[in-house]
């Protein structure tokens, strides 16, 4: 229903910046929350931020929220992923999802970015 392509991981050394963009294909972008997730080795995903289908609404997990800012552009089919101040633990695997849902069911997947932060 929805194709994603994230871009935009790299190495960066701890304190500073990278921003991740995700690209969305279909027709239907707009009716789409979206979220950016990620996966560091060895552990299990977990949530970074979500964004409304507006935009008006965001909310960010608690190791991120003041570093990290989520934005979406409807008319471009993009949403983005502003990361400040980063941290050798933010070095992850990032992934751009879409719910097409109201209940937070992430149904559809990118196949990720690797950023990388080191001390």
């Known amino acids: 229903q929805v194709q994603l392509v994230e871009s935009g991981g790299g190495l960066v050394q701890a304190g500073g910046s990278l921003r991740l963009s995700c690209a969305a294909s279909?027709?239907?972008?707009?009716?789409?929350?979206m979220g950016w997730f990620r996966q560091a080795p060895g552990k299990e995903r977990e949530f970074v931020a979500t964004i409304s289908r507006s935009g008006g609404r965001t909310s960010y997990a608690g190791s991120v929220e003041g570093r990290f800012t989520i934005s979406r552009d409807n008319a471009k089919k993009t949403v983005g992923l502003r990361m400040n101040s980063l941290k050798p633990e933010d070095t992850a695997v990032y992934y751009c999802?879409?719910?097409?849902?109201?209940?937070?069911?992430?149904?559809?997947w990118g196949q990720g970015t690797q950023v990388t932060v080191s001390s």
């Open positions: 279909g027709r239907t972008f707009s009716m789409y929350a």
């Open positions: 999802a879409a719910d097409p849902t109201t209940t937070g069911t992430y149904e559809f």
